[in-house]
């Protein structure tokens, strides 16, 4: 897997991804990736791997097809990362179809468009946490470490 490609815009941050240590997140956790960039979601299956200890056991890039995934595999993940824009549909309808989860499950938005407006909005369909790709990288990781059972 080549790792040519530099796009401008709102992939430039998720190359940040490669700059945080691998074991600064000791959880394992199964995450379920929405995200239509293929190189943002190449990027973030190995940051995922590599330095949030998860395993990514799915993909999506349309609205449609994350729905259907999640609807089928309801036990399936942990944690679900959501960008709001895709190939069709958004995000938020993501976001909207996870409302019935069971508590352990978390749903976290990771997207550029991180305005107060949709920060709120997510919120108010049932996103957990918001992210911005571009500037909340290591906010991430804490959220992730953060997730990580307690011993003892």
């Given at each position: 897997?080549?790792?040519?490609?530099?796009r401008r815009?709102?992939e430039d941050g998720?190359?940040?991804?490669?700059?945080i240590?691998?074991?600064?997140?000791?959880?394992?956790?199964k995450?379920?990736?929405?995200?239509?960039?293929?190189?943002?979601?190449?990027?973030?299956?190995?940051?995922?791997?590599?330095?949030?200890?998860?395993?990514?056991?799915?993909?999506?890039?349309?609205?449609?097809?994350?729905?259907?995934?999640?609807?089928?595999?309801?036990d399936?993940?942990?944690?679900?990362?959501?960008?709001?824009?895709?190939?069709?549909?958004?995000?938020?309808?993501v976001?909207?179809?996870?409302?019935?989860?069971?508590?352990?499950?978390k749903?976290?938005?990771?997207?550029?468009?991180?305005?107060?407006?949709?920060?709120?909005?997510?919120?108010?369909?049932?996103?957990?946490?918001?992210?911005?790709?571009s500037?909340?990288?290591?906010?991430l990781?804490?959220?992730?470490?953060?997730?990580r059972p307690?011993?003892?």
């Amino acid at each position: 897997m080549a790792h040519r490609a530099r796009r401008r815009g709102c992939e430039d941050g998720v190359h940040a991804l490669r700059k945080i240590r691998p074991g600064d997140v000791t959880m394992t956790f199964k995450a379920y990736l929405v995200e239509d960039s293929p190189v943002i979601r190449e990027n973030l299956v190995g940051f995922l791997e590599d330095v949030a200890d998860a395993e990514v056991v799915a993909s999506a890039s349309t609205e449609e097809e994350a729905v259907t995934w999640l609807r089928q595999h309801r036990d399936d993940w942990d944690m679900t990362i959501v960008d709001l824009f895709l190939q069709r549909g958004n995000g938020l309808g993501v976001i909207n179809a996870c409302r019935n989860r069971a508590p352990h499950q978390k749903v976290v938005v990771l997207s550029n468009y991180a305005t107060a407006d949709m920060r709120d909005r997510s919120t108010r369909l049932g996103a957990d946490a918001f992210f911005d790709k571009s500037a909340e990288l290591d906010q991430l990781v804490a959220y992730c470490a953060a997730l990580r059972p307690s011993h003892g």
